[in-house]
């Protein structure tokens, strides 16, 4: 690779030829340079991993993350090997960067800001999870993101530089300066009911008066039930169409969202974000009144919401905060409230009873942003690729 091609060539000396192996690493080199501009500052290949977000995007669905949508992030740990995340290949916990290098937070401009309903990709805000050899009290939350059969209880919460946790992808439910809550499972944003996404998917109780034709299931795409209640009461995992469709079978005597009676009745309430049974007895179904934090706005804080926005005053704005003589002290000076430094969004999967998201862990602050999923390039299952889902946008 020629860095001095600037230079004119004053004795017209003819250019001595590069060899075979030299021309490869030129084009090694090359290549390398330019994929990690790409992967860093235009797109990103990400795989979903899990099925949170069912049937909106499929396990083993590989999609394009744009990054230039909402503006490239600034990479905050340089020092990394190329093309790795985290960790190196073939190794268990053998970190593939340096945190000798750590650069603030700082994003180029993008073509829009994020949106309410926007499917986001973003780094796990909570800290990532590994394999260890000791129990840890976190095994249950991990059950709801992994499901059981894959899950024992040696897993622990590790920490890594924000852009080097795990990505996930889920839908952005409520923007900075909104106010969410949930009832009996709708979701609603400023008071105002959001729209059920086509392919989200939620536990229902199904009773039946006679056994469903497994034919017609398989024509509707329902598989299951993944739950016996009763002989003649089920639970399957619908989207609003086949909730709909399934209502119109003649042996189908009622049919409701599913509620207490499901897998979410093994998690108690301390499970739930903020983790605060005092002032916050809410459920993954029934939640809020909650304030998303917005960049400039003022919250007053009280024994009611510190819970809310602790994290954020100490771990992602990087405060110290502790209560003394019953006052709040932040950074040292006595306060009864806080504006916010950055904004922050609540992100949820659209397979809503199989989801590990904000219900659980909370906000997803503005730096934690790795982009906006674009489009399925591939996809495959059980039965080969599967076709119908190539190029397909993410909406």
């Known amino acids: 690779m020629n860095l001095a091609f600037w230079k004119n060539n004053k004795d017209k000396q003819p250019k001595k030829k590069k060899s075979v192996a030299r021309e490869w690493l030129d ?3 090359f290549a390398i340079i330019a994929a990690t501009l790409i992967r ?9 991993p899990t ?12 999609l394009f993350v744009s990054k230039i949508s909402y503006g490239p992030r600034i990479p905050m740990t340089p020092l990394a090997v190329p093309f790795v995340h985290h960790t190196m290949p073939f190794t268990k916990n053998t970190p593939a960067f340096s945190e000798a290098v750590q650069w603030k937070y700082r994003r180029l401009p993008g073509f829009t800001d994020i949106k309410r309903y926007d499917v986001v990709v973003f780094n796990f805000p909570e800290g990532d999870t590994v394999a260890l050899d000791q129990p840890d009290p976190s095994y249950y939350r991990l059950v709801r993101l992994y499901g059981w059969s894959q899950v024992n209880n040696t897993y622990k919460i590790i920490h890594r530089p924000v852009d080097k946790t795990e990505n996930y992808i889920k839908r952005c439910m409520a923007e900075a300066g909104d106010t969410i809550s949930i009832v009996h499972g709708q979701v ?6 959001a729209p059920v996404p086509p392919g ?3 536990n229902y109780v199904v009773e039946i008066s006679e056994p469903l034709n497994p034919t017609r299931l398989d024509d509707l795409g329902i598989s299951g039930p993944f739950q016996t209640i009763n002989a003649n009461t089920f639970e399957y995992n619908l989207t609003p169409a086949q909730a709909e469709a399934l209502k119109q079978f003649p042996v189908v005597k009622n049919i409701h969202m599913a509620e207490d009676e499901n897998i979410n009745a093994l998690f108690d309430m301390n499970d739930i974000f903020p983790h605060d049974t005092i002032h916050h007895r809410w459920t993954d179904e029934n939640f809020g009144p909650l304030y998303i934090p917005k960049k400039g706005a003022t919250v007053k804080l009280d024994d009611s919401n510190i819970s809310l926005y602790d994290r954020v005053i100490r771990v992602y704005e990087g405060n110290t905060l502790e209560r003394k003589d019953g006052k709040f002290i932040i950074n040292g000076q006595p306060t009864d409230s806080y504006t916010f430094k950055m904004n922050y969004y609540w992100m949820m999967g659209d397979n809503r009873n199989n989801s590990l998201d904000s219900r659980y862990w909370g906000f997803v602050p503005e730096d934690h942003v790795v982009g906006k999923a674009w489009m399925i390039w591939m996809s495959y299952g059980e039965g080969g690729i599967r076709w119908s889902r190539l190029f397909r946008t993410i909406k």
């Not at 860093?40 to 979903?48: G, K, L, R, S, V």
């Not at 609603?188 to 009911?193: D, H, T």
């Open 27 to 29: 084009a090694g080199i």
């Open 40 to 48: 860093t500052f235009i797109f990103e290949a990400y795989t979903i």
């Open 200 to 202: 989200s998917q939620h």
């Open 51 to 62: 099925p949170s977000m069912e049937k909106t995007l499929l396990v083993n669905d590989f």
């Open 188 to 193: 609603f944003v400023n008071g105002q009911a």
